[in-house]
């Protein structure tokens, strides 16, 4: 199984700052990676998918890089909305997996 | 708009079984694959059950293979995933999510309904 390496697991930022998730695979997984968010009492939402094509609906202020092993997302000029948990998921092989999450903390 | 509505949670003994539903709409149903995810209390996402747009094609993670069953019916927009031999490693928030065509990612979730295994 492809095993996701998120890092880090709690992220501290204040409105207005950018921040940098991390999402290492265990193997090559090309750029089959995809990001979500997860707020309390919403339905999770797909942010970025292809390492880095922003979903519709997702704000430029998002942004994915990465291929192969390594990958990050990257938030500019955070906004309140943006205080949540954020994953990782390969889908390049079967079983598909999730990285463990970041919550991104005020 | 898409909608997923999750039902069948609730509190179950281990050994149990249960049936977990999941209403679809506010698209064609039958072009979509679906999932389950499923969420331990404070833990990560966990893919548990993938089925096809037509139900003939069903894939599941080693750890439930033989013990969870992914099915659907199209004709009702409706998905359902039997649990078999629960355990408390199984308790979860479980989640239905409308997979893209072409990419094995999640586009559109429900809310989760909530399973607890417990004596």
């Known amino acids: 199984d492809v095993q996701m390496t998120q890092s880090p697991s709690y992220l501290a930022a204040s409105p207005g700052e950018s921040v940098s998730i991390s999402c290492k695979a265990s193997k090559s997984i090309s750029n089959n990676l995809a990001w979500y968010q997860e707020k309390p009492g919403k339905a999770n939402k797909l942010l970025i998918h292809?390492?880095?094509t922003l979903q519709s609906g997702t704000p430029s202020r998002f942004s994915g890089s990465g291929s192969g092993t390594d990958f990050t997302l990257t938030i500019r000029s955070l906004e309140s909305e943006d205080f949540a948990v954020y994953y990782c998921q390969q889908y390049n092989e079967y079983p598909l997996t999730f990285g463990s999450g970041t919550k991104l903390e005020i | 708009e898409v909608q997923l509505v999750e039902s069948g949670g609730g509190l179950v003994q281990p050994g149990r079984s249960l049936k977990l539903s999941c209403a679809a709409s506010?698209?064609?149903?039958?072009?979509?694959?679906v999932a389950w995810v499923r969420q331990a209390p404070k833990k990560g996402l966990e893919w548990v059950a993938s089925i096809s747009s037509g139900g003939g094609v069903t894939y599941y993670p080693d750890s439930v293979k033989g013990k969870f069953t992914f099915s659907r019916y199209n004709a009702e927009s409706t998905l359902y995933l039997q649990i078999d031999s629960l355990r408390s490693e199984d308790t979860a928030s479980y989640y239905c999510a409308r997979r893209q065509v072409q990419l094995r990612v999640f586009d559109y979730w429900g809310q989760g309904v909530m399973v607890t295994v417990s004596s």
């Open positions: 292809s390492g880095s």
């Open positions: 506010g698209f064609t149903f039958s072009t979509f694959p």
